[in-house]
């Protein structure tokens, strides 16, 4: 069966992907680096799904356990992406915020490398420190994103406040889910089956990946408010 959720994951991915493509021919004006983000995020997804179908991107573990490695490599390029997405909605001005996304995204590769180390690890405690470490970059990348940008969301218009909230929303009720199946799957206490593993993470990498996308992308007055540049001050004048 997990040959079958993968390959379903492959197609989700595609399709989305092509979506999401075609979308970038209409974009808004100055937002088309939100298109060309979001497709890659999904085209990743799918290189690594495609290679997981194919039975190239798992590894049996002394252990005995099937190990998907191909999916931290895919975890650990398009999270960050989709962090990127979220900073570039929240913030008027990236640039000013280098330092602030780069801290994030640190994070978020942390979390996602030890992650792997700990997926990989055959000691159960060297696994469960990892597990840890890995936890408590996650706890980071949330603080920061519950901290800083819900609140730099606030100054922009209202329907790019509105478009990000629930973004984050989505992809914060999401992640928190994966180190559950994470905890639950064969990694981890081994309570439900390999397949069943890969179901669950399937559908957790399709909403986080090609719904936060549909999401995004349709939603035009926001991409149109930061392609003209509109920031809260305006919409208060508007107003």
């Not at 931290?72 to 989709?82: G, K, N």
Request: glycine share 8%; with cysteine.
């Amino acid at each position: 069966m997990e040959a079958l959720w993968l390959w379903i994951g492959f197609v989700g991915m595609l399709l989305g992907t092509l979506y999401f493509a075609f979308l970038l021919t209409n974009a808004p004006e100055g937002t088309r680096y939100f298109f060309v983000i979001t497709a890659t995020i999904t085209g990743i997804a799918a290189i690594a799904y495609l290679v997981m179908a194919t039975g190239s991107g798992s590894t049996v573990l002394p252990d005995g356990r099937e190990f998907y490695w191909a999916r931290y490599i895919d975890w650990v390029i398009t999270t960050p992406l989709l962090l990127l997405d979220l900073c570039l909605l929240a913030l008027a001005d990236p640039r000013r915020n280098v330092t602030f996304i780069a801290s994030l995204i640190a994070l978020d590769v942390v979390m996602i490398l030890t992650g792997l180390w700990a997926g990989a690890t055959v000691n159960v405690a060297g696994r469960a420190i990892l597990f840890i470490i890995s936890t408590a970059a996650f706890i980071g990348v949330l603080y920061l994103l519950v901290s800083r940008l819900f609140a730099e969301a606030s100054r922009r218009t209202p329907a790019v406040a509105q478009i990000f909230r629930t973004l984050a929303v989505l992809t914060i009720v999401l992640w928190i889910c994966y180190p559950i199946v994470w905890l639950i799957g064969t990694e981890g206490f081994g309570a439900v089956s390999l397949s069943v593993e890969v179901f669950l993470f399937m559908v957790l990498d399709l909403l986080a990946k090609v719904g936060f996308g549909l999401l995004l992308l349709s939603s035009r007055q926001a991409l149109s408010d930061i392609g003209s540049g509109a920031v809260a001050g305006t919409a208060r004048r508007v107003a």
